[in-house]
T-cell receptor, first 115, second 110 residues
Framework: GAVVSQHPSRVICKSGTSVKIECRSL??????MFWYRQFPKQSLMLMAT?????????EQGVEKDKFLINHASLTLSTLTVTSAHPEDSSFYIC???????????FGPGTRLTVL | RKEVEQDPGPFNVPEGATVAFNCTYS??????FFWYRQDCRKEPKLLMS???SGNEDGRFTAQLNRASQYISLLIRDSKLSDSATYLC???????????FGAGTRLFVKA
């Protein structure tokens, strides 16, 4: 199956700093990628849909200025958590849609801890 | 009401047991249905798609009832390795938006 990678897998940062998470499709070109957030013992919540070459579409309640998404190429989308606070600590997972298929593949996730 | 609702769990079953998970969805226009498996601190992985005709993959059987907006997953002859959280997933028409249920935790014990 298609492979999606994320980097870093784990990050610990101080409150107020910004953190960038990368999501890459390794063996296919993904015009659409998705960013999810998962708090402990809760399900994945879609944060935004990232389209290559255009602005991301954010879900209701997700702050655009806080969670910056850039999808500059067909294989890379980045999520930047700006001015991170402890409540932003979560498991962030990206997925990429395989063109022409009714399927998405998930990255391994990034565990963010904000102190 | 949540768009996708699942049995709260957790389910604690012995090896070899048969266990059934239920899921309901609220959007009648939903188009595609899936069961995913998520291990602790890992990303979800597709277990199987769910079709109206029902489908089976080894010990796993999935059913979809569009009239009742109900999805089920049956696991036969449970193995220790089946211990995980099972996520009911619905994809709505247009935009490829995917909605995840909260998941049902399964513990299979020797």
């Amino acid at each position: 199956g298609a492979v999606v990678s994320q980097h870093p897998s784990r990050v610990i940062c101080k409150s107020g700093t910004s953190v960038k998470i990368e999501c890459r499709s390794l063996d296919f070109q993904a015009t659409t990628m998705f960013w999810y957030r998962q708090f402990p013992k809760q399900s994945l919540m879609l944060m935004a849909t990232s389209n290559e070459g255009s602005k991301a579409t954010y879900e209701q309640g997700v702050e655009k200025d806080k969670f910056l998404i850039n999808h500059a190429s067909l294989t890379l989308s980045t999520l930047t958590v700006t001015s991170a606070h402890p409540e932003d600590s979560s498991f962030y997972i990206c997925s990429a849609r395989v063109p022409g298929l009714d399927e998405q593949f998930f990255g391994p996730g990034t565990r963010l801890t904000v102190l | 009401r949540k768009e996708v609702e699942q049995d709260p769990g957790p389910f604690n079953v012995p090896e070899g047991a048969t266990v059934a998970f239920n899921c309901t969805y609220s959007n009648s226009a939903s188009q595609s249905f899936f069961w995913y498996r998520q291990d602790c601190r890992k990303e979800p992985k597709l277990l199987m798609s769910v079709y109206s005709s029902g489908n089976e993959d080894g010990r796993f059987t999935a059913q979809l009832n569009r009239a009742s907006q109900y999805i089920s997953l049956l696991i036969r002859d449970s193995k220790l390795s089946d211990s995980a959280t099972y996520l009911c997933v619905v994809r709505n028409t247009g935009g490829f938006k995917t909605i995840f249920g909260a998941g049902t935790r399964l513990f299979v014990k020797a």
